[in-house]
């Protein structure tokens, strides 16, 4: 009853409501035979318009149940003096049906038709089955037509607010994909510029070294040659911080080794009791929540040294597929991660003691490309070795073994 809660369609089914109600009224006062039918009729119009203009009355269900037992009391009065205040019953049902629950709603569409049947009755007028089909009909309907808008309701309501969680969907993957896009594209831009610039700039270094050694002692040209080297220089150095921007956040902030750690969530490492060592670190894997992953230990073996980006880059996204495959379909209670640093390569290897599987049996992922198959694409594009050991029942091992280019070693 609240004109601000309506729809267009509601305020004019609403007025029509209303001139329903006081076109009935008015027949009612017209047909009476009696001054105290007029003066009835006008008092169940006042109370009509009183509660069509309290605002408790379509707030509250309380509120609204005491104006209908009021309205109600007036119509009962109303029908006593004539017997046209019968039509009257018919918007008193939609009134009851709209403001009342279900359950009172319903038995007070029937005593409000009975009352109209036994007031036709008790008037006089001649018993015929439209006495009581009527009011019956008419309760009927406004049952069915209240209760069939309100599942109505129901159903847009539903939908509205699925539409909008689709939307909310939507924005968010979309989001995400921009997201992984730009990380994508970010390592794209690394590769090529370390594979490329950064290479072509080393090689003209050495060339120019190479150009200057040549040259007999005291030439002219030795001083532009020794300019060209350091410009060369001064732009391989700008290459590497370029490669060094477009790296992946889990390596802006680090070592290698230090982001695998920070993959394991590590906690209390053991060490100065010499059990382990001071380069062993444990952690339950955090990606799914404190506890949800198998307990890890994180090594590092040999010699730490700087590696080249895109080395840094393969390793930790092969470590991040390895242990996430470990949490989702090993049930592993353990795992392992050594990173290894040896004379002329490095190697990951990440050990679990889950149920294992078939390696044999595995196809290409199709969730995201972080499956094996990606793992090995990764190792071998840069020129290294990718193995998988497992066996149903008995675990598994991922092993990676990239080579050190020359100029690196451990």
Same mark, same amino acid.
């Given at each position: ?56 009355? +379509?707030?509250?269900?309380?509120? %609204? ?118 990380? %994508?594209?970010?390592?794209?831009? %690394? ?75 590590? +906690? ?22 404190? +506890? ?51 004379? %002329? ?66």
């Amino acid at each position: 009853m609240d004109p601000r809660s309506l729809t267009p369609a509601l305020r004019v089914l609403r007025l029509c409501l209303h001139l329903l109600m006081a076109g009935l009224l008015v027949l009612a006062a017209v047909r009476a035979d009696s001054a105290a039918g007029t003066v009835m009729a006008v008092v169940v119009g006042a109370v009509y318009a009183a509660g069509s203009l309290l605002p408790s009355v +379509g707030r509250s269900q309380r509120a %609204a149940a005491v104006w209908l037992g009021v309205l109600g009391a007036a119509w009962l009065g109303l029908l006593w003096l004539t017997p046209d205040a019968l039509w009257v019953a018919f918007p008193l049902y939609f009134l009851q049906l709209h403001l009342l629950p279900t359950r009172w709603s319903l038995p007070a569409v029937t005593l409000t038709a009975g009352a109209a049947i036994l007031s036709y009755v008790g008037h006089g007028a001649p018993l015929n089955p439209g006495v009581f089909i009527g009011p019956l009909l008419g309760g009927a309907v406004a049952v069915a037509t209240v209760l069939g808008y309100q599942a109505l309701y129901r159903e847009s309501e539903r939908r509205r607010r699925l539409i909008e969680e689709l939307i909310e969907t939507r924005a968010e993957l979309a989001a995400a994909e921009r997201h992984a896009g730009t990380l %994508a594209e970010r390592e794209r831009l %690394a590769r090529e510029i370390h594979d490329t610039l950064a290479q072509g700039l080393s090689s003209i270094q050495l060339l120019l070294r190479a150009a200057e050694r040549a040259l007999p002692p005291g030439s002219p040209a030795a001083g532009h040659i020794d300019r060209a080297r350091q410009a060369a220089q001064d732009n391989l150095a700008e290459a590497r911080r370029f490669v060094r921007a477009l790296s992946p956040p889990d390596l802006e902030h680090g070592s290698l080794a230090a982001a695998l750690e920070r993959l394991c969530e590590p +906690g209390a490492g053991s060490g100065p009791d010499g059990s382990d060592g001071p380069n062993v670190s444990y952690g339950s894997y955090g990606a799914y929540g404190p +506890g949800a992953g198998p307990r890890v230990r994180f090594s590092v073996s040999g010699t730490p040294t700087e590696l080249p980006t895109p080395y840094e880059v393969a390793l930790l996204r092969i470590a991040q597929s390895a242990l996430a495959n470990t949490v989702r379909h090993a049930s592993a209670s353990r795992a392992e991660i050594t990173l290894s640093f040896m004379d %002329a390569s490095v190697t990951l290897d990440v050990v679990d003691d889950g149920k294992g599987f078939d390696p044999g049996s595995v196809r290409q992922s199709r969730e995201g490309g972080f499956g094996l198959p990606a793992m090995r694409s990764r190792a071998e594009s840069l020129g290294g070795t990718f193995t998988v050991e497992s066996a149903p029942g008995q675990g598994t091992a991922v092993a990676v073994s990239l080579p050190l280019p020359a100029g690196v070693s451990a």
